[in-house]
Each structure stands twice: as C-alpha cells, then as structure tokens.
C-alpha cells in the first residue's frame, strides 16, 4: 500500500472521525457505501482521510488521485492508480476478462477490443472490487474529483450505482470553491448525492478552540489569547493557513498580513535554499505529484546530478511542503503546488515544459505508456512545441481510445485538429490525411453524444475533399471513394441521431461508392436500413435490412447482423406478432454477445415500442423498465437511458397515469430527438389536463429543437394532431378541418408520410373526430367542402399505411369512415371492449367520445347517455379535464340527464389492481402512493424508494406525507399498518 505521511498534529473533526468510522461499520452487514467528503481549498480534506485510514489500519485499502494535467487529463487515473494498489499488496496476478489490461499494462493486456465499448470494462473494475473486498472489506478512496476526468466521473457513479452488498467504503474528496458555474461537477454532485448509501459530509473552518489547539501542538506551546485572537481571524479556521502563519519565523500574529492565500503559503517556501525552490519548480510544473525517475532525468537536463537532486529535496520535505510516495513525490497540498508555478517567469515555465518532453519524448521508466504520451502531449504544448505536441497528442488519442475514455479521446483528437495547421508535414506525423482525422473526430464525437459536432466535423472533411454534392452511380468511382464513404457514413449517423434531412442523401452516396464486398458496407445499409424506417419508408427498410443481413452473414459483421434483425423486427406486421418478437430476441441477444451496446439499446428500445402498438402496455412498460436497469449496469444512464424513459412515459401517459409519466419525461434532457419527443407527450398531457397555453408553448419549444424545414417531418406529425385537437376542442372547427385538409394532401404527396404506419393513423383518429364534429355541428357550405375534401384524399392514402394498432385501431377507422351512424356506433363499441381490457385509457377516452357523438348522430339517446356517463368517471379518474369537459358540453347541447354519483378514484392515477380499488378508493389513495406504501412497507428508506421507482428522493417524501395525511397517521410504520388493514399492501 502507498504510505502517507501525515503531520502529528490532528486537531477536531472528531465529530466527522465518528461519523466515517460508524459509515465503515456499516458496510459489512449493509453493503458498499461512499462518501463525499467537501470543503475549501486547505480546509482539511485529506488530512482527515488519512486520519480515518491510520486509525481503521486493519482493513485493506487503496487511494487514488485525480490530477491536475492541463485540459487533456489521464483518464480514468485515480481508478488505475488505486487498482495498481491493490494488485501490489496482494489481489489476484492475473486478470480472467483481460479488459482490466487496458489500465494495468502489468495484468497481461487487454484481451477485448476498445470497440467493445465502456461496459466490459466497467464491469471489471467492479468485478475485481467485490472479490477484493471479501473478506476483510475494502476502503477506496478518490482524491480531488474536482480535477477528475469525464471518464473517471462516468466510472464513479456506475460504481456507486452498482456495488451493492459488496463491503466496501467508498470516500471521495471535492474541493467545493473550485466548482465555477460551468464545472462538470455542479449537476453531477446533486446526482450523486441523491443515490442510496451516499451521504455528504461538509468540513467546516476550525473554531477558535481548534485552532488554538492546532498552534498550541505545533508550537509547543500556547498562543497569549490576543494572538490567537489574531490568527484565528487572519486565517479564517483554515488549518493549511495557521500551518502557514506558524511557519514563519518571527511572532505570526505580527507579521505582515500577506496580500493573499498565494503569498501566505509561499512564506514557507522562501526560507529555503535556492536550489530547492529551483527544484520544486520543476516539480510544480509536472503538477501535484512526480514520479522520482522522470524528475531526475528532468533535472539532469537541467543541469542538477542525482545526489544534487537528492540534497535539494530534503530541505522541502522536511519542511513538509513535499511528502514522499512509492513512486516519487507530491506536494502536500495543491495549493502550494499552484503557489510556487505562479512564481516561475514564463521562460523558466517553458524551458521546464520542454525538459519534461524531452525526457518523455526518450522514455522514462516505470511510467505507463498510456501516462507517458498524455503527459509528453501537455509538456510540448505547454512548451509550444506544436509538431511534437500534435504527434504526441495523437498518439495520448490513441491510448485514450484503447481504455474508451471517449471524451478525453475527443479532446486530444481535437488538440492534433487545432494544431495541424501550424505543422507542414502533421499528416505524416500522424500517419492521416486531414479528412481522415476528421471522420475519427465525428465517430468519437458520436460515441460521445455530441452529434451537432460530429455532422461538423464530417461537413469539414468532406470539404476538404471537395466533394460538394452526391457521385454517380454510373461513372467511375472517385479517387478517393473509401474515405468519402467514411465521412458521408458518419455525417448520416449523426443526422439521424438528430432527426435531421440528408441522412438518407448521405447513406445513399456511402453505399453507392463502396463495391458490396467491401467490409465497411454491411455497417452502411444497416444504418440506411434503420434510417429508412425512421423516416417512414417501411418498404425500402425492409428490402435494406434483408439484404443487409444477408452480407453481414457472408462478411462475418455480426455487429451488423444485430443492427439488421432489430430493423426487421421492428418491421414486422402485428398479424406476425411472434415472427416480430423472436427476431428482437435474436437481435438483442447478438448485440450483447459481440459488445454492440448502442444497437442492444435501440432494440429494446423499439421491443417496447412494438408491444406498444399492440395494446400489450404492461409488458412494454416492463421492457422499458428493463432496460433503464440495463442502461444504470452499464453506466449509460446519463447518455442513453432516456429513449427508454420516453417509452415509459408514453405506456404510463396511454394508462392515463399522467403524474408517473411527468415524473419520467422530467429527466430526459439529451436536447435531440428524445427531448423533442418527451416534448410532444407534454403536449398530449397538457392538452387532456386542458392547459391549451402550456400546449403552444411546448409547441414552440418542439419547434426551436427540431426545426420543421430541416427534420423529419415524420417527427412533426405528433405536433400537427395535437395543433388539430386544439383547435377542435377550442370550438374553431374550420380551423381543425383546414389543417387536417391540408396535411393530408401533404401525406398523399409524400410517400415518407402516406407510409408511415405508427404516427399516421394515430393522427388520423384526431383527424377523424375533426370530421366527426363537423358533420354533426357545423352545416355551412365550408364544412361540407372540407368534409368532401378529407374524404376525398383519405381515400387516396395507400393501402400500405395500414395501423399496427391491430383489431382497435382497424375498426375505428372502419367507424370514422362508415356513412351509417348505427354502423359506426357499433363499431366504435367494439373497439372499446377491445382496448378496455388492455388498460389503454387514452384510447378508452377517444373511442368513448367518438361513440357518444355516433349514438346522437343515430338518434340513439340512451346509448349516448351511457358513454357521456362513462367518458365522465374515466375522465375525472385519471385528471383528463379535456374530456370532463366534452361531457359538459354534450349534456348541456343536446339536454343529456347529469346523473347524481360522481365516485372515482383520485385524479392522475389509474386503480392499482380490481382487488385493492375500493380500499383504495375509501382510503382516497393514488396508483403512485400505493406503490410507494408499498415500498415503505419494505423497510426502504426514501433514497432507495425513489431508485426502484425511478423517481426522486424529494417526490418520494412528498408522497409519503399525503399518504400519511390520507390514512390518518404521523408515521411510517403506522402506515404500513394501516394499508394492510386496508388490504392494499
């Protein structure tokens, strides 16, 4: 294990001390815990950890620190630093995955491929924590996450949502005033505090006391009160700054008062020699820490022997401004290291910049290759050695990529771009053409979910070739075919990504230049197959996806494979509804074999939407379900879990549980095409809770994310039904008629709409209540105009649009368009003893409404009685306040009796099951506060409440107070008491 010097004096936090070890305790019994352990620059962070680990010596424990190295950073540094820990004092020689290699060279090497993505590697890590902890427990502990790398902070939340049982103590320290309002950590730590077993202990500055205690053990004696009076408020409790006033030589509580923190603590620093303060210069330009072996060939350079270097060190650690490691030296605090570079004169700053990468440039043992090129790219920047610091950056890219550390990858891969112009012969260097750093450029900025990047990068590269418009497919392919297909592939992955036009342009162009045994063209018609479907075009998908399974077979892409049975299964017609399943299952079980993580997504992704459209809603909710688990395993949550929120939300949303669907859509922040589409179920939510402003300002919202001149308009067709609906439901009929008059001609004239068989005909039943009120309550001739017109050109839609919906949908079109009005009621009814039993209760709502308007049309009062009365209570169960008040409106239009019983369950949720409604029901209890009762009666505190239900921990408390309040009780557990009396838990 490192050894860590610490000072002798220790004063306070005994407080914090108790709290830490009482945390260590628990992790035997209850499982992995973690600590954030927060506070200002010098406050004492680590000195209280490395308290906390000499006093719990018995367990094993490793520490790993984020450094600070410019913008590019090691990623995932601390994890490895602590890894190599552990394996030196005893975990196993040997790695059985070999993904560990990919940090710890000395494990053997990496027996995957980086393409493989973050997943295996994650697990790994994880993997080797919870057998390393067993028996005896295990303390890890992260020093300075404010400096940590994006990769370091995706591996710390996967691993605080995935360690479990596992006995481990997880402490990590963030310097809270170096967190400005763009810092990465500002929305991370709240993220992180909210998860379970995660607490937050804030250090405070010391008391008068504790300071006067702290200068009494360093001076061995006690300070007359009006100095300490004196130095408590020169030092404001910062322990790092009365270490630094005592450390002058004279009385402290009369010297000068220093111009500020960095002048305070480089008083200590004067008084020594010249020539250490000369060599902690070098040391403080490789940052906090340095290993021995690269220090001394830097200061060879410099001109200072080995036993020199040795003598010069000596004075600063003995001073304890330098601590001693197993591998070289750090300062004993980063303030001191930021202090003593500030002095160095900018030639002094550079010329030890370039000793730095002189000596890496020729190798310096014991540092790991991947740590020697990250570092070499920073040293020839800083040095302003643009041709070494652009191979050198290339090169720390390349390594980056081998451990899929995407954004560190990212950001030296855009150093190499920044830095090719000042460097004649950068492609050599590289090994690359421009346009071909470039493609690499836009795939990491894919794997990154950066996709408005990637279409810029992809744009420049095919610039820089000079392709300005698409080849034809007749003449001879151009020079440089393969890497204009690389570009166009990459452009059109991310305009899809984004739901923007010429994705389809783009992929055609890559197909056509490739000949058909290329390997890179099995990966390109997956794409366009995926894109075809997206934007409409079911036919070509399918014809594209079948050939495309048919190559990858022949070429060995099972990758593309994957991506072509979830195309084809997401194709397929209801009427083969086990045909459809059994290819998702083959796609998603070869994605996750062959690492294909963005395709295992997009599978179940689409699985849940395809038991969606078949009213089968609890089991595509399960899916979805399933598949935020499997985003949280493999640390995607952040990046890719939001399509499966959005699909939960719309089941929730079409189950009328319209407050679990809010709670979901209010987390799905990617900014694309998910964002676009949670905006759209705002829009429906807003619109059946009759909030017609909210409506228009999702509107516009939806309309700022993905503008209509440059995205698929297929994404826009949910936007069109609700302005519809609105409009209807405002009483500005004509307008309705208008706008459906004129979409439709729009589908008619554009094959991507006419074939669109999931958003059409959901719009088509908007579409058709228009008609339906126009028929029965507008007799002007510009209604029956438009009435002929809609008619008109719904017959001519293809046959092919026809509705995945199945029995439900097929007979309410059937109904919409039956001329005899007791044709379309007993339709309209039929298709409601289909969805009623599904639980669909949006649909239960639009057919119940439809029916109501048929039974009057056909003069039948009583059946027109019985669905307004039903339309009603489903209405004020689930909060639909659009449909309460079209009941209103048809009982005081056509005198419809208001019958006197108004029960229902409370608005927003659905009955939790038949057995549980009248309970409930007495009991005045929501869907949401049964679950969550549910929950409590588990023993599971709010935290871990709110992470089964994938809610937060204030919604959670929220929940237990009303439902509190609705039993008659004070307290948790006489409300589990209470719910089983009930018989709802």
């Not at 195309?567 to 294909?596: C, H, K, M």
């Not at 439901?729 to 008059?741: F, L, N, T």
């Not at 709502?845 to 109501?852: I, P, Q, R, T, V």
């Not at 009982?891 to 419809?896: E, K, N, P, V």
């Amino acid at each position: 294990m490192q050894v860590h010097e610490t000072s002798a004096v220790f004063v306070g936090r005994h407080t914090q001390l108790s709290l830490l070890a009482a945390d260590a305790r628990r992790t035997g019994p209850e499982g992995a815990r973690a600590v954030l352990v927060c506070g200002g620059a010098g406050v004492g962070k680590s000195r209280l950890l490395d308290e906390h680990l000499r006093r719990g010596s018995d367990t094993p424990s490793a520490v790993g620190g984020c450094l600070e190295l410019g913008t590019e950073g090691i990623p995932f540094a601390p994890f490895t630093a602590l890894l190599r820990e552990l394996v030196r004092s005893g975990g196993p020689a040997t790695d059985p995955t070999g993904d560990l290699g990919r940090l710890l060279p000395e494990l053997g090497g990496a027996l995957g491929t980086a393409d493989q993505g973050r997943a295996r590697l994650f697990e790994s890590v994880l993997t080797y924590l919870e057998e390393r902890a067993r028996p005896d427990g295990l303390t890890l502990v992260i020093e300075d996450l404010h400096w940590a790398d994006a990769s370091t902070r995706d591996l710390l939340v996967f691993l605080l949502r995935n360690l479990g049982p596992a006995p481990i103590h997880l402490l990590v320290s963030v310097r809270t005033d170096d967190l400005h309002r763009a810092h990465p950590l500002r929305r991370l730590l709240p993220e992180i505090e909210r998860l379970p077993r995660v607490r937050r202990l804030d250090l405070e500055p010391l008391s008068r006391d504790e300071v006067g205690a702290q200068a009494t053990a360093l001076r061995g004696g006690e300070l007359d009160p009006a100095d300490l009076d004196l130095l408590y408020e020169r030092s404001g409790g910062n322990p790092l700054f009365v270490e630094s006033f005592l450390a002058v030589e004279h009385d402290p509580a009369g010297a000068p008062l220093p111009d500020g923190p960095r002048d305070l603590l480089l008083a200590s620093v004067e008084p020594l020699p010249e020539r250490t303060r000369r060599v902690l210069g070098l040391v403080a330009t490789a940052g906090t820490r340095v290993r021995h072996t690269l220090l001394a060939d830097v200061a060879r350079r410099a001109g200072i022997t080995e036993d020199a270097l040795d003598s010069a060190l000596r004075p600063a650690i003995d001073a304890q401004i330098l601590r001693t490691t197993d591998e070289g030296y750090v300062f004993r605090h980063a303030l001191l290291a930021e202090a003593v570079q500030s002095e160095l004169m900018p030639g002094e700053r550079v010329r030890a910049h370039r000793r730095y990468a002189e000596a890496l440039q020729k190798g310096v043992d014991r540092i790991p290759e991947g740590e020697r090129a990250i570092q070499l790219a920073h040293h020839a920047h800083s040095a302003h050695d643009q041709p070494l610091a652009l191979a050198a950056a290339w090169q720390a890219a390349e390594h980056a990529a081998a451990v899929d550390a995407s954004p560190e990858h990212l950001a030296l891969i855009e150093r190499v771009l920044e830095l090719w112009d000042q460097v004649p012969d950068a492609a050599e260097r590289v090994g690359l053409p421009r346009d071909q750093v470039l493609v690499r450029a836009s795939e990491v900025c894919l794997v990154a979910d950066s996709p408005r990047r990637a279409v810029s990068y992809a744009t420049d590269g095919l610039d820089e070739l000079g392709v300005t418009g698409v080849h034809d497919p007749t003449a001879d392919p151009p020079v440089h075919a393969e890497r204009i297909s690389r570009l166009r592939h990459a452009r059109a992955r991310a305009l899809k990504e984004m739901g923007r036009d010429g994705a389809l342009e783009d992929l055609a162009d890559a197909s056509i230049l490739l000949p058909h045994d290329h390997p890179d063209s099995p990966a390109i018609g997956a794409t366009l197959a995926a894109t075809f479907m997206m934007r409409g075009h079911h036919d070509q998908a399918a014809t594209v996806a079948r050939r495309v399974l048919n190559s990858s077979r022949e070429l060995g892409d099972r990758r593309s494979e994957a991506d072509a049975l979830i195309t084809l299964a997401s194709l397929t017609d209801p009427a083969e509804t086990e045909e459809g399943l059994e290819l998702f299952g083959e796609g998603i079980t070869l994605a996750r074999e062959t690492g294909n993580v963005p395709t295992e997504i997009r599978g179940m992704s689409n699985l849940s939407g395809f038991l969606k459209n078949l009213n089968r809603l609890e089991e595509s909710a399960q899916v979805s379900l399933e598949g935020l688990r499997r985003c949280r395993e493999l640390g995607l949550t952040r990046t890719q879990s939001g399509a499966f929120a959005y699909g939960l939300a719309v089941t929730r949303f079409s189950q009328g549980r319209f407050t679990e669907s809010e709670e979901l859509l209010s987390g799905i922040r990617d900014g694309g095409v998910t964002s676009a589409r949670a905006l759209t179920l705002r829009m429906h939510l807003d619109l059946y809770r009759w909030r017609p402003d909210a409506v228009r300002a999702a509107v516009e919202e939806f309309r700022r994310v993905l503008p209509e001149r440059v995205s698929s308009p297929v994404e826009h067709l949910p936007v069109h039904m609700v302005l519809q609906q609105l409009a209807l439901y405002e009483g500005r009929r004509i307008d309705a008629g208008r706008m459906v008059r004129d979409l439709l001609a729009k589908a008619v004239a554009n094959g991507a709409l006419a074939t669109m068989a999931h958003g059409l005909y959901r719009s088509v039943l908007a579409w058709h209540t228009s008609i339906a009120a126009l028929l029965a309550e507008e007799s002007g001739e510009e209604a029956r105009e438009l009435v002929e017109q809609i008619r008109q050109l719904l017959a001519e839609l293809p046959a092919t649009s026809g509705h995945p919906d199945a029995t439900p949908a097929r007979l309410a079109a059937e109904a919409w368009l039956a001329p005899d009005a007791r044709d379309a009621l007993a339709l309209f009814e039929a298709a409601l003893a289909e969805v009623g039993p599904a639980g669909h209760v949006i649909l239960q709502a639009e057919y119940g409404l439809a029916a109501a308007h048929a039974a009057l049309r056909a003069g039948d009062r009583d059946r027109a009685v019985k669905h307004v009365d039903g339309l009603h209570r489903l209405a004020v169960r689930h909060g639909m306040a659009l449909f309460e008040r079209q009941t209103r409106v048809l009982r005081a239009r056509h005198g419809l009796p208001d019958p006197g019983e108004r029960a229902a369950l409370p608005a927003g949720d659905s009955p939790a099951a038949p057995a549980q409604a009248s309970a409930a029901l007495s009991a005045g209890l929501t869907r949401r506060e049964l679950e969550v009762l549910g929950e409590v009666a588990k023993g599971l505190s709010n935290r871990e409440i709110g992470q089964a239900l994938f809610i937060s921990a204030k919604t959670v408390s929220v929940h237990v107070t009303n439902l509190m309040g609705k039993l008659g009780v004070n307290n948790r557990t006489a409300a589990v008491a209470k719910g089983r009396e009930l018989g709802v838990i």
